[in-house]
């Protein structure tokens, strides 16, 4: 089992930035594959970026181009994920997650096998 906490949503104005963190706990928590999801009500949970271990990058290039940055402390089992230039169609639930070993595709829900609370992020002036 793998726990996981995320931080730093907020109430932030258009064009404003914010660093989302991600803690990871529990056994080889640090050997995971991470990735960052977000979820508007009545939506399905969209891919935003992924952090692997071995230094691997992947963006949803449609949803949040250019603006966002994925990183990862393997020493403090923290991912991270910077946001720029906020808009208020970013205003959704930032989830992380842990993906399974075997996982074909970053993209996926299916993929993760351990998800955190959300952190809520709204974004308006």
């Known amino acids: 089992q793998v726990d996981l906490v995320e931080s730093g949503g907020g109430f932030v104005r258009p064009g404003d930035s914010l660093k989302l963190s991600c803690a990871a706990s529990?056994?080889?928590?640090?050997?995971?594959?991470m990735g960052w999801f977000r979820q508007t009500p009545g939506n399905e949970r969209e891919f935003v970026a992924a952090?692997?271990?071995?230094?691997?990058?992947?963006y949803n290039s449609d949803s949040m181009k250019g603006r966002v940055t994925a990183s990862r402390d393997n020493a403090r089992n923290t991912v991270y994920l910077q946001i720029y230039n906020l808009k208020p169609e970013d205003t959704a639930v930032y989830y992380c997650g842990a993906y399974y070993a075997n996982a074909d595709n970053f993209r996926y829900t299916r993929n993760i096998a351990y998800w955190g609370r959300g952190t809520q992020v709204t974004v308006s002036s």
């Open positions: 952090a692997g271990r071995a230094g691997l990058r992947v």
């Open positions: 529990g056994p080889s928590s640090s050997t995971y594959d």
